[in-house]
């Protein structure tokens, strides 16, 4: 079978992060979805797909998309949503202003702003979680630092563990993490997602970001995300109660890194705007 106009890109939140993204998954029978995404071997392949046979990728403003990781498919991914965004806006050249997205999170909604484009996604909260039910997780993860909170998002099963404010940016960044130890030392069976995250210091010299992040999912085959807008759905909850902000710039701490620009909304959404980088164009034949 050969499938014209599959485009595949890397787009960024400001630096680079992994995704590909094929625009013509009508065609494609269910499991080779799954195929496709564990060659590619990226964290997110996005499918997006006509949600009805006349639709047309250069004029309509409403599309399927699902997400799968080299392991899975996923309820959510950002990055890979703005991946296929940038396909639309900037390859199939979709004059819509909003491109609305039908996915297992619900309508999410992305839109053109200068250099970059906007995501409209859920607000997810966090609970406090009991320290001694992942203890060992945690230990995995941070060794022996100091770990001032540990929260837990139930909606996206990703637990959130700050460390302590006495920590510099380059002390999270520098942290070695062997995330496939995580799938031993979870003991819950809820964890499917480990965010480290660490307040930042606005007036610093690091870009006034008002926290740090990295991000871990080996449950679905990613050891660590380069950026990842579904995390930042959870931090951006976190760090609003913390800071008292609606506007914040936060940075993930990923060996490429990203910067992300973050607006609460009074609706129980948020917008998370990144730039991105169309580096790969192709087709695939199967």
């Known amino acids: 079978m050969f499938l014209p106009s599959v485009q595949f890109l890397i787009p960024t939140f400001t630096d680079l992060a992994h995704c590909s993204c094929c625009s013509r998954s009508n065609d494609l029978d269910e499991d080779l979805h799954q195929r496709i995404a564990t060659e590619m071997n990226l964290s997110e392949t996005a499918f997006i797909k006509k949600l009805h046979p006349t639709d047309d990728f250069t004029k309509s403003s409403r599309f399927g998309l699902r997400w799968f990781t080299p392991a899975n498919e996923v309820p959510l991914c950002g990055h890979a949503t703005l991946a296929s965004a940038a396909v639309l806006f900037h390859i199939k050249k979709n004059p ?5 997205f039908v996915t297992l999170s619900g309508e999410l909604k992305t839109r053109q702003e200068k250099d970059r484009i906007v995501l409209d996604l859920p607000l997810y909260s966090t609970y406090p979680q009991e320290l001694q039910e992942v203890e060992e997780l945690i230990k995995a993860a941070t060794g022996d630092m100091i770990v001032q909170d540990v929260r837990y998002s139930p909606d996206t099963k990703n637990l ?3 460390l302590s404010d006495a920590y510099e940016r380059s002390v999270l960044e520098e942290l070695q993490v062997g995330a496939q130890r995580f799938l031993s030392a979870e003991k819950t069976g ?5 965010i480290l995250t660490l307040k930042g210091k606005p007036n610093g010299k690091d870009k006034g970001h008002d926290f740090y992040s990295r991000y871990f999912a080996p449950w679905y085959g990613v050891l660590e995300d380069p950026v990842t807008g579904s995390a930042h759905a959870v931090l951006s909850s976190y760090w609003s109660e913390q800071l ?11 060996r490429r890194g990203g910067e992300l620009k973050i607006s609460l909304r009074d609706n129980g959404r948020v917008e998370i705007a990144g730039q991105f980088a169309i580096v790969l164009k192709g087709n695939l034949t199967l």
Do not use: D, I, W
């Open 190 to 194: 809820k964890v499917k997602g480990l």
């Open 96 to 100: 819509n202003s909003v491109l609305t």
């Open 160 to 162: 959130l563990v700050r």
């Open 244 to 254: 008292g902000k609606k506007e914040m710039l936060a940075f993930q701490c990923s």
